[in-house]
């Protein structure tokens, strides 16, 4: 689980370190612009030569950023995780950007600027890309770089360029109460805008990697069918191959049965025992061959008959008036809630009499031989399908066994008793 949480974390910041990158693309194009239409359409002296510096590091940066990225397109992510890992670039990228931040809010009249806003803009960054313990010294960091930048130019340490404070004719800056108010104040919000998205962005942490859990879960629970679906099918497979050989085999000496039994009954007299005796013979032989016939159509996976228009109801009832004479259900009463007027379906009639048999001799088994079997019919009205229902007073199957009623090969009963 905890191999999942380290991925998940790491999978999630790499996607937002790319959007990070873009996202830098407009603001350099944004601040060029902007500082455009201050010179050329205000006249206001923005342009500088330092402003340039600042722009051209800021775009050598990210186009450092976008090439890191697209190697590791190219290469393993593993490999590019020992390089340098994604926490550590973005923590790169956020460092830089605060220097850069840092400059033009010098450059161009300190806490006068509202760009010192924007301070905020990339604590809310950090607290989307990195731990809560990480978000809080970028937090600290800015804290510094802010507050020193304006007591140096308020102690004189620094030159102070009041491009804006005399553009607009009101000069805070080297207003210690005014430094004081606002400094504290700003620096108050950062750490409340990280303890806010932190706490955001932790919580929708957890639940995407309780979302990547749940989803390796079921993964893991398909690959575990698959693979019983294609253990069975291997079996299956097997058996058939099995199944084809041994019923060749009993076919040739059955062929040779049945021949000289037929050859036999046009010899012996009529109308005595031991012509009863070769019909019966022959009658059995018939039905080992068809039960022969089954077992290779089963092997070829299909069998070679056709379907019929059944009607259900009646299907069921000669079925049960089949089997209820045997000796396991002299002591079972059965009962019949068959829904009138269901029109005939198109299915292999074997198949639904060999179904029922079995549906009904388990029953019987369930029950030790007492009991009550209820059958019913009715009719889907949203899909139109023909419903069969069987029903015993038997101890019923255990939540466990539910889930595998429907597997090959599954039973309850001990070895050499069910199949």
């Known amino acids: 689980m905890n191999n999942i949480k380290v991925d998940a974390l790491t999978s999630e910041i790499f996607d937002r370190l790319h959007w990070f990158i873009r996202l830098r693309w407009l603001a350099i194009l944004g601040t060029f612009l902007g500082a455009a239409f201050l010179q050329w359409i205000l006249l206001l002296p923005i342009f500088s030569e330092t402003l340039l510096y600042i722009l051209c590091a800021m775009l050598f940066c990210n186009i450092v950023y976008r090439q890191i990225f697209k190697t590791k397109q190219k ?196 109308e005595t025992d031991f012509e009863k005796d070769l019909k019966t013979i022959i009658e059995e032989t018939i039905r080992i061959r068809e039960i022969v016939k089954k077992v290779l159509n089963f092997a070829r996976s299909s069998e070679q008959t056709e379907t019929h228009s059944v009607e259900i109801n009646k299907e069921l009832k000669e079925t049960v008036n089949m089997i209820a004479n045997q000796m396991q259900f002299i002591n079972i009463k059965f009962f019949f809630d068959l829904k009138k007027g269901i029109p005939e379906v198109r299915i292999f009639r074997e198949h639904l009499k060999q179904i029922t048999i079995n549906l009904l001799v388990n029953a019987s088994q369930a029950m030790k031989g007492n009991g009550e079997i209820y059958i019913s019919t009715s009719i889907d009205k949203s899909t139109g399908n023909a419903i069969i229902k069987v029903r015993d007073t038997g101890p019923g199957i255990s939540l466990e066994d539910k889930n595998k009623i429907f597997d090959p090969f599954i039973t309850t009963k001990p070895i050499g008793k069910g199949t």
């Open 75 to 270: 290469t393993d992510f593993v490999i590019w995780k020992i390089v340098i890992t994604p926490s550590d670039f973005a923590n790169l990228q956020i460092g830089l950007d605060l220097i850069f931040l840092t400059f033009l809010l010098h450059m161009y009249g300190g806490i006068e600027n509202p760009i010192m806003f924007f301070y905020i803009f990339h604590m809310l960054i950090a607290s989307i890309l990195l731990s809560k313990y990480n978000s809080y010294l970028w937090t600290v960091f800015s804290s510094l770089l802010i507050t020193g930048t304006a007591l140096t130019a308020l102690l004189g340490i620094l030159d102070h360029h009041s491009i804006l404070g005399k553009i607009s004719g009101i000069e805070i800056w080297n207003n210690l109460y005014w430094n004081i108010w606002i400094l504290s104040s700003f620096c108050f919000t950062l750490f409340m805008v990280v303890y806010i998205t932190s706490s955001i962005s932790k919580r929708l942490r957890q639940k995407n990697q309780e979302n990547i859990a749940l989803q390796k879960q079921i993964s893991d629970r398909k690959l575990e069918a698959t693979e019983k679906k294609l253990y069975f099918s291997e079996k299956m497979a097997a058996l058939g191959k099995l199944a084809a050989g041994m019923a060749h085999e009993i076919n040739n000496p059955l062929t040779t049965v049945l021949t000289y039994s037929e050859c036999l009954l046009d010899e012996v007299e009529k």
